[in-house]
């Protein structure tokens, strides 16, 4: 599916607080840029929520001393109430208590410290998360998860490539995260989670979550992926902690039928068949496993692999032809005194990397001016052409021109110098950052025959090359991998990439399909640039041979 530009007013929101940017659809998992603005947020909460503990002290305080004063004069009075009446002073005094005294008492006890507090907290909720927030940014951990192959226990330690913030995952955690899989029919997920929150209360750790919920979950997520056995074995356990429990003594009933049933099922099968079973795994034993050829694993797998950095690696004789360089694009005026640093990257298709190509100044400025107009990425719905957001694809984005900031105009002068296409029918610098476990799963950045109206409404033709600025490190994931022929390019500030597309006979290369993987640890900003066949007729001539 197709990525296309897509303009949204910008919204002003007045906050009470220091809640800085706020998209008009929350949607915040799908980028941490934005998500940082909810750290201030909260922050300002703190304060708020700490100014009205001070508040309820002062007002314990005064209630207190008044409490200690009257205990002590209430203890000498009982003593002799009608001698310490008889003094005209202590009776006056009585009477102003019970009259005045504690009328006033009774209204500082009723006083309501709260108002501030939940005044700003009305306020700042509006702008909270909500539960597609959370719920995407657990399924991102699970993606994680399965991307880069970590066990429940390294993400709930926070023992994570790169990180420099570690954070511990409690077990009300764990149990959330898989209660998200559960309700998502995710009983794999379930079930790594439920045994990492189970494991987390038998080394001793409090939680309001107990261990027969855990259970309960845990033997039903195993039972519901065929493994009979261990999820009567848990159910047992239940047992012992909760012999009452109902649903846990009417499956383990049903568990030992089925078991049963199997091991009779078991028993009648032909000796035939398990003579020939046995045959056939000692010929398999015996026969070495060959590893299938990167070409015929499943995308998905490939995919996975390269984000991993399990690509398949060149041969010396490829990677002898790649280089480095310093480049002018032919005595370009702007590059004759300082050519650009130039790297090959990959030979087929050809993806060539500029180093140190916009400085971090113009980095910032172009974060400052996208961030207040992020919005969800979409993609084109090949069938409707209707944009449409898509869980392959977590991050934000934003349009820039050059009509905004002189700089815009610059960057997009720099690409054409360096590429020699004409930017004036290329689409504007959409700028992009990742949410949590942020990516962009295998996709074209061209039109392919099926749609031959991908691009109709530009008037421009397909897009015939992509730019790619990287505006950030990322110190885990975030590569831009290329399935098909096993490339892999990680993110490295300041610099930026560069393919084309279409072949020069206007063919698409199929061979540039290409991912974003996900983010696992740090904040991924890029912004990239769409050039467009037209008027490029003279400066990229058409070639004779369809894979030219």
Same mark, same amino acid.
């Given at each position: 599916?197709?990525?296309?530009?897509?303009?949204?007013?910008?919204?002003?929101?007045?906050?009470?607080?220091?809640?800085?940017?706020?998209?008009?659809?929350?949607?915040?998992?799908? !980028?941490? &840029?934005?998500?940082?603005?909810?750290?201030?947020?909260?922050?300002?909460?703190?304060?708020?929520?700490? @100014?009205?503990?001070?508040?309820?002290?002062?007002?314990?305080?005064?209630?207190?001393?008044?409490?200690?004063?009257?205990?002590?004069?209430? $203890?000498?009075?009982?003593?002799?109430?009608?001698?310490?009446?008889?003094?005209?002073?202590?009776?006056?005094?009585?009477?102003?208590?019970?009259?005045?005294?504690?009328?006033?008492?009774?209204?500082?006890?009723?006083?309501?410290?709260?108002?501030?507090?939940? !005044?700003?907290?009305?306020?700042?909720?509006?702008?909270? #998360?909500?539960?597609? @927030?959370?719920?995407?940014?657990?399924? $991102?951990?699970?993606?994680?998860?399965?991307?880069?192959?970590?066990?429940?226990?390294?993400?709930?330690?926070?023992?994570?490539?790169?990180?420099?913030?570690?954070?511990?995952?409690?077990?009300?955690?764990?149990?959330?995260?898989?209660?998200?899989?559960?309700?998502?029919?995710?009983?794999?997920?379930? =079930?790594?989670?439920?045994?990492?929150?189970?494991?987390?209360?038998? /080394?001793?750790?409090?939680?309001?979550?107990?261990?027969?919920?855990?259970?309960?979950?845990?033997?039903?997520?195993?039972?519901?992926?065929?493994?009979?056995?261990?999820?009567?074995?848990?159910?047992?356990?239940?047992?012992?902690? @909760?012999?009452?429990?109902?649903?846990?003594?009417?499956?383990?009933?049903?568990?030992?039928?089925?078991?049963?049933?199997?091991?009779?099922?078991?028993?009648?099968?032909?000796?035939?068949?398990?003579?020939?079973?046995?045959?056939?795994?000692? /010929?398999?034993?015996?026969?070495?496993?060959?590893?299938? %050829?990167?070409?015929?694993?499943?995308?998905?797998?490939?995919?996975?692999?390269?984000?991993?950095?399990?690509?398949?690696?060149?041969?010396?004789?490829?990677?002898?032809?790649?280089?480095?360089?310093?480049?002018?694009?032919?005595?370009?005026?702007?590059?004759?005194?300082?050519?650009?640093?130039? +790297?090959?990257?990959?030979?087929?298709?050809?993806?060539?990397?500029?180093?140190?190509?916009?400085?971090?100044?113009?980095?910032?400025?172009?974060? +400052? *001016?996208?961030?207040?107009? *992020?919005?969800?990425?979409?993609?084109?719905?090949?069938?409707?052409?209707?944009?449409?957001?898509?869980?392959?694809?977590?991050?934000?984005?934003?349009?820039? %021109?050059?009509?905004?900031?002189?700089?815009?105009?610059?960057?997009?002068?720099?690409? /054409?110098?360096?590429?020699?296409?004409?930017?004036? %029918? $290329? =689409?504007?610098?959409?700028?992009?950052?990742?949410?949590?476990?942020?990516?962009?799963?295998?996709?074209?950045?061209?039109?392919?025959?099926?749609? #031959?109206?991908?691009?109709?409404?530009?008037?421009?033709?397909?897009?015939?090359?992509?730019?790619?600025?990287?505006?950030?490190?990322?110190?885990? &994931?975030?590569?831009?991998?290329?399935?098909?022929? &096993?490339?892999?390019?990680?993110?490295?500030? &300041? !610099?930026?990439?560069?393919?084309?597309?279409?072949?020069? !006979?206007?063919?698409? @290369?199929?061979?540039?399909?290409?991912?974003?993987?996900?983010?696992?640890?740090?904040?991924?900003?890029?912004?990239?640039?769409?050039?467009?066949?037209?008027? +490029?007729?003279?400066?990229?001539?058409?070639?004779?041979?369809?894979? =030219?």
């Amino acid at each position: 599916m197709l990525s296309l530009r897509m303009e949204l007013p910008c919204c002003c929101l007045l906050l009470l607080s220091c809640l800085k940017s706020v998209s008009a659809v929350n949607d915040f998992y799908t !980028s941490i &840029g934005q998500m940082t603005d909810l750290l201030y947020t909260e922050k300002d909460l703190v304060t708020s929520l700490k @100014d009205y503990i001070r508040a309820e002290e002062n007002k314990l305080e005064r209630i207190k001393q008044w409490a200690d004063k009257l205990d002590s004069l209430s $203890a000498t009075a009982t003593q002799d109430p009608e001698g310490f009446l008889g003094h005209p002073v202590n009776a006056f005094k009585l009477m102003k208590r019970l009259n005045t005294e504690w009328g006033d008492l009774e209204s500082l006890v009723l006083s309501d410290t709260t108002d501030g507090f939940i !005044s700003n907290l009305t306020i700042q909720r509006q702008h909270f #998360p909500t539960d597609e @927030d959370q719920t995407g940014a657990a399924k $991102a951990l699970l993606r994680l998860q399965d991307t880069y192959r970590l066990d429940a226990h390294t993400i709930s330690t926070g023992d994570l490539p790169g990180v420099k913030h570690k954070s511990l995952m409690t077990v009300e955690d764990c149990y959330e995260l898989a209660k998200i899989a559960y309700t998502d029919v995710d009983y794999y997920h379930t =079930e790594l989670w439920m045994a990492q929150a189970l494991k987390q209360l038998e /080394e001793g750790e409090e939680s309001t979550i107990d261990k027969v919920t855990v259970l309960d979950y845990l033997s039903y997520s195993i039972y519901q992926q065929g493994d009979i056995e261990r999820a009567l074995k848990y159910t047992k356990d239940l047992l012992v902690l @909760d012999p009452e429990h109902q649903r846990a003594t009417g499956n383990l009933k049903y568990f030992e039928f089925q078991l049963e049933k199997q091991k009779k099922a078991a028993a009648d099968e032909p000796p035939k068949k398990e003579e020939r079973e046995k045959r056939d795994v000692t /010929e398999k034993k015996k026969k070495p496993k060959k590893k299938p %050829t990167f070409q015929l694993i499943p995308e998905r797998k490939k995919y996975e692999m390269l984000c991993r950095g399990e690509g398949i690696r060149m041969t010396p004789r490829r990677e002898s032809r790649l280089f480095c360089r310093y480049y002018d694009n032919h005595h370009n005026p702007h590059f004759v005194l300082s050519p650009v640093k130039q +790297q090959d990257e990959w030979d087929r298709p050809y993806i060539v990397r500029y180093i140190d190509i916009i400085s971090d100044s113009e980095i910032e400025r172009v974060k +400052q *001016l996208a961030k207040p107009r *992020l919005r969800r990425a979409t993609i084109s719905n090949p069938i409707t052409g209707v944009l449409e957001t898509a869980p392959y694809r977590i991050s934000k984005s934003a349009w820039l %021109t050059g009509y905004e900031d002189p700089m815009i105009d610059t960057i997009n002068q720099r690409i /054409e110098d360096l590429t020699g296409l004409e930017m004036d %029918t $290329a =689409e504007e610098l959409q700028v992009a950052n990742y949410g949590v476990g942020g990516q962009y799963e295998p996709h074209f950045d061209f039109g392919r025959k099926d749609e #031959p109206d991908a691009f109709k409404e530009l008037g421009t033709g397909n897009r015939i090359a992509t730019w790619l600025f990287y505006m950030s490190d990322v110190a885990a &994931g975030g590569a831009t991998v290329f399935p098909d022929v &096993g490339a892999a390019v990680w993110p490295k500030k &300041g !610099s930026a990439v560069f393919w084309y597309n279409l072949f020069a !006979s206007g063919e698409g @290369d199929y061979s540039t399909r290409h991912a974003a993987c996900p983010v696992l640890v740090g904040n991924k900003w890029v912004s990239n640039k769409w050039i467009h066949e037209r008027g +490029q007729e003279w400066r990229r001539p058409c070639g004779l041979n369809e894979t =030219e």
